[in-house]
């Protein structure tokens, strides 16, 4: 037996050991429960954090706008119209006072917490709860944002002030949302401010490649003019969306004021057998139409180049060759499609039929008279764009907008607007990676000799004449 009383304070090697075991679990056991205490502190410090960032982003975007509390206590900002926005004070430096600005009155008021309350009615059970809820129909995410980011002036400002105060009061920021909940929160915030979604007043119903992108474009430049979610609706042409009802309808129209005009556009209507006495039955009965021609056979050779390219899209072995075919190949494809060796040409086929003017206007003039429709000839709207737009203000009661001014040509694009500086073109429905077909005399003969007799009657039917109707 070893003593080794100055080392251990115990008179054995192995009372030793056991007391130099006990230490280091001891040790042990105080760093594990440093190293749970220290990553608790993380996560709680990283979920504050997170939070703290979307109000920290949102009091960035306030103060951007120029809505700090301490401007809007001191009376700096001028904002019109009927909101009320409202500022904690956590989050703008101001220990004892909560800013709330009421627009409609024009007057700033500083509240301190315990007064609160008084304009808590609408505004913080809007802001706290909505995000447990949503909306049908949504456009989808990319389709509201797109919205928002087309908006202009007082209404863009007002929504971007809405979008920052929504916020501050959620730990989810508005761009975080699902598309069911952005849809519905956006919803409220346009009702707030008093826009809501209501059925169209006017609808361009046709006729495809016919300058239809391009005339709603133009109009959509209107302050006016409230264009639908989207470039086409396809409601009434279309039975799976059609069987939803007019919430889906309400859903996909723009946001306007009782002062504006709702619009949508769907070509397709124009050949849908059953959408004017579907139009007839579910919307206001003093609608209006916009009617977009051209010549027949340019719009079914257009078709066909729009068709093929979408066709196209995906298959990039047959895309490679269809970029090499000349255009009088892509001409020879077109009439091997659409005309017989015969001479006969194919007339139920869309591409070809939907040329036939006067057979799909009869079948509208069944449900609404000749003076609900503006034809718009897509030649005149290239060429005389600013008299085409004139035209189209006063079919629709419009105020007076467009000045010859904003009329710009691009050698790229074609007919542009110049508004407040910025040059504004239409987009191209058709991508053009391929060449656009080039009919032969023969071809073009058979085709013209096939559409004259539908364009005079289509001429009688609308009381106008066009120069491609004699060709």
């Given amino acids: 037996m070893i003593t080794l009383d100055y080392n251990c304070g115990w008179p054995t090697i192995k009372s030793c050991t056991m007391s130099f075991i006990s230490t280091l679990k001891t040790v042990i056991a105080f760093l594990m429960l440093t190293v749970l205490t220290f990553s608790a502190f993380v996560l709680l ?127 989810t920021p508005f761009s975080s949302l699902s598309s069911g909940q952005m849809w519905y929160v956006f919803t409220h915030i346009m009702k707030n401010i008093g826009y809501k979604q209501r059925l169209p007043k006017v609808i361009n119903i046709g006729v495809k490649k016919s300058g239809t992108t391009a005339l709603g474009f133009f109009i959509g430049q209107h302050p006016q003019i409230s264009h639908s979610f989207g470039n086409e609706v396809h409601f009434f042409d279309k039975h799976d969306r059609f069987k939803f009802g007019l919430s889906y309808y309400y859903a996909r129209m723009g946001f306007s004021t009782e002062y504006q005009i709702p619009f949508e556009k769907t070509p397709k209507y124009f050949i849908t057998k059953n959408a004017p006495k579907m139009i007839f039955n579910n919307l206001p009965k003093d609608i209006k139409f916009l009617l977009c021609v051209r010549d027949p056979v340019k719009r079914a050779v257009s078709e066909y180049h729009h068709d093929t390219e979408l066709m196209l899209r995906h298959k990039k ?89 904003m009329m710009y040509k691009s050698r790229m694009r074609g007919s542009c607007l110049k508004i407040n500086g910025a040059i504004k073109c239409p987009a191209r429905s058709t991508p053009g990676f391929t060449n656009k077909a080039n009919l032969d005399s023969n071809a073009s003969k058979i085709l013209y000799d096939f559409y004259r007799p539908y364009n005079k009657e289509f001429s009688k039917l609308i009381d106008e004449q066009f120069d491609w109707m004699d060709l």
Avoid: C
């Avoid at 120029?66 to 809007?72: A, D, I, P, R, V």
């Avoid at 004070?89 to 301190?112: E, H």
């Avoid at 939907?354 to 799909?360: A, Q």
């Fill in 317 to 405: 072995q047959d895309l490679q060759e269809a970029k090499k075919r000349t255009p009088e190949e892509q001409g020879k494809l077109f009439k091997e499609n659409y005309i017989s060796p015969e001479g006969t040409v194919y007339k139920n086929k869309t591409v070809i039929s939907t040329s036939i003017y006067s057979v799909h206007f009869k079948n509208w003039l069944k449900k609404f008279p000749r003076d609900r429709f503006l034809i718009v000839d897509l030649d005149n709207l290239a060429v005389n764009t600013f008299t085409e737009l004139k035209r189209i203000e006063k079919f629709l009661g419009l105020e007076t907008f467009f000045t010859r001014s």
């Fill in 45 to 171: 410090s990283s979920t504050r954090f997170s939070s703290m960032s979307s109000k920290s982003a949102a009091l960035t975007n306030i103060r951007r706008l120029g809505l700090h509390s301490s401007n809007l206590h001191r009376g700096n900002v001028s904002l019109q119209e009927d909101d009320i926005v409202e500022f904690h004070s956590n989050f703008a430096g101001i220990p004892n006072y909560t800013s709330t600005v009421n627009i409609q009155t024009n007057k700033y008021v500083n509240l301190r917490k315990e007064e609160t309350k008084v304009v808590e009615n609408v505004q913080n059970s809007f802001f706290k709860n909505i995000t447990t809820k949503y909306r049908r129909f949504s456009p989808g995410k990319m389709r509201i944002s797109t919205y928002i980011k087309n908006m202009k002036g007082e209404l863009k400002r007002k929504v971007d002030i809405m979008i920052a105060n929504y916020d501050l009061y959620n730990d």
